[in-house]
């Protein structure tokens, strides 16, 4: 069974950086794609990063584009999203999943992950 470990979340005033990692066990990492999503106070999850199981292939949600960057390191089984020019309207928590049929390019529909992280707090101050 795949398990996913968020990490790197806090609080953060606008303008400033997080950097978030998930740490993967219990699988092929190097076989999965990888996505971030996150979840904001009464509202629905929504997709923020992906990347391909090679990382040849990245996408992003158009608010976070220019600010974000997913990056991951299959030898560390780690993946990382770079936030930087952070908003109060990034606040949410965020969570990590795993997509172990992926496609070519990642999925941004949450329907495509399979395996999730438990989510970490990310909290930006205006």
């Known amino acids: 069974q795949v398990q996913l470990v968020e990490s790197g979340g806090g609080l953060v005033q606008a303008g400033g950086s997080l950097r978030l990692s998930c740490t993967a066990s219990?699988?092929?990492?190097?076989?999965?794609?990888m996505g971030w999503f996150r979840q904001a106070p009464g509202k629905e999850r929504e997709f923020v990063a992906g990347?391909?199981?090679?990382?040849?292939?990245?996408a992003y949600a158009d608010s976070v584009k220019g600010r974000f960057s997913i990056a991951r390191d299959n030898a560390k089984s780690t993946v990382y999203l770079q936030m930087s020019s952070l908003k109060p309207e990034d606040t949410g928590v965020y969570y990590c999943a795993a997509d172990s049929l992926p496609g070519v390019v990642p999925a941004k529909d949450s329907r495509g992950y399979d395996h999730w992280g438990q989510g970490i707090q990310v909290t930006v101050s205006s």
């Open positions: 219990g699988g092929t990492f190097s076989h999965y794609a």
């Open positions: 990347i391909s199981w090679s990382g040849s292939s990245t």
